[in-house]
């Protein structure tokens, strides 16, 4: 248990002395469907491959090998879409792996003078590998590497950054707790010769499946490690969400985020800035999800996913005869004309695929 002690510790401590202004902000945006129509309450998440996105220490809790892809319709020619995959490797632990791309559209190019030149683009993408094991009992850590890149135009720059979390679940009680500390790295190359920082975030969450009512609430805290004016102040980034079972194929789901709200209030009014809603459906083995996160006066965002389990074990590791089934000998057959059948050597499968089964099938 000291260990366990020892490194919350750790993340707490070196990721309080770790903030400042930020590029990389799309970092921050809610693909998923689900988690958006939450308010992006998913720190504490035990059953979504997009967790990896928040906390990678939830992979470990997850079953099978779930795949997700999500589409965000943001504002004017703004679209951000998202892929996440997660698998369990025999005595090694869960891996995921995932990717977040967003593409801010076209835009007029103009000299000094204001002339119109021609067009030009801009996006931003990051490649995520992840990794997550068992720390003691209900108690996980993971670890994610990312590789982030974003470009203006004829001008780009690059970035490492890592993310760290941790998990505590009471399974009896149906409680489950996060920490992460997100997007922890620096720039390899920017833009022009002043380089900046990526938006870290710490967070916290916890949730809870009630008992008397099929019911999950959800409770985070992100940019725990940012100057507020007082101690009140740095929990003003929370967000709250709240997912009903309506049926064994139907879930409906709401949420607010409360920096949101502020941060679009335009004059003395918010509207609904900040609040969120959603619905999930089950449809044989997949599930179809749609979630809506409204931005007051100025639009709001639309998000779709499709999450699926993939049976990749199932296609690289066939049953030999036996052990799922038997195969029988075909009776053989001259060959047309009477002469003997040209004898076929089949070499053993490539090598990629021999070390891929190598590490799902042994």
Not at 15 to 36: I, K, P
Not at 72 to 87: E, G, Q, R, W
Not at 185 to 191: D, I, V
Not at 222 to 238: G, I, M, P, S, V
Request: with cysteine; aromatic share 12%; charged share 20%.
């Amino acid at each position: 248990m000291n260990k366990v002690i020892f490194l919350s510790l750790s993340l707490i401590i070196f990721g309080s002395f770790t903030y400042g202004q930020n590029t990389y902000d799309f970092l921050r945006l809610d693909g998923s469907a689900r988690a958006g129509a939450l308010g992006g309450s998913f720190v504490s998440n035990n059953d979504d491959a997009d967790v990896i996105f928040y906390n990678p220490a939830g992979l470990q809790l997850l079953n099978g090998s779930p795949a997700s892809f999500s589409f965000v319709k943001h504002l004017m020619d703004i679209n951000l879409a998202t892929l996440s995959y997660s698998m369990e490797v025999e005595d090694l632990g869960r891996f995921g792996a995932a990717i977040k791309y967003i593409n801010y559209g076209s835009f007029d190019e103009a000299d000094e003078f204001g002339t119109r030149t021609g067009e030009f683009g801009a996006n931003e993408m990051a490649l995520v590998v992840g990794y997550a094991n068992n720390l003691d009992e209900n108690f996980y850590y993971g670890a994610n590497a990312k590789f982030i890149y974003s470009g203006i135009a004829d001008r780009s720059s690059t970035a490492m950054a890592i993310d760290l979390g941790l998990h505590y679940s009471i399974p009896d009680k149906n409680w489950n707790f996060g920490f992460s500390v997100l997007n922890l790295g620096g720039q390899l190359s920017s833009y022009f010769d002043t380089k900046e920082d990526l938006p870290l975030d710490i967070a916290i969450g916890v949730s809870k499946k009630l008992e008397n009512m099929p019911a999950k609430i959800s409770l985070d805290f992100h940019k725990l490690n940012q100057d507020r004016d007082n101690f009140a102040e740095r929990f003003k980034a929370f967000t709250v969400g709240v997912e009903f079972t309506l049926s064994k194929v139907m879930k409906l789901r709401l949420g607010y985020d409360n920096e949101r709200r502020t941060d679009f209030k335009i004059g003395s009014t918010a509207g609904i800035a900040g609040f969120n809603a959603g619905l999930g459906v089950k449809v044989s083995d997949y599930q179809f999800d749609y979630g809506y996160s409204s931005l007051g006066l100025v639009g709001g965002l639309h998000r779709i996913s499709i999450s699926t389990y993939l049976i990749l074990r199932r296609r690289l590791c066939p049953s030999p005869p036996g052990k799922g089934g038997t195969t029988k000998k075909k009776k053989k057959t001259p060959p047309p004309g009477g002469g003997k059948k040209k004898k076929i050597f089949f070499s053993a499968p490539p090598p990629p695929f021999q070390i891929l089964q190598t590490i799902f099938c042994n």
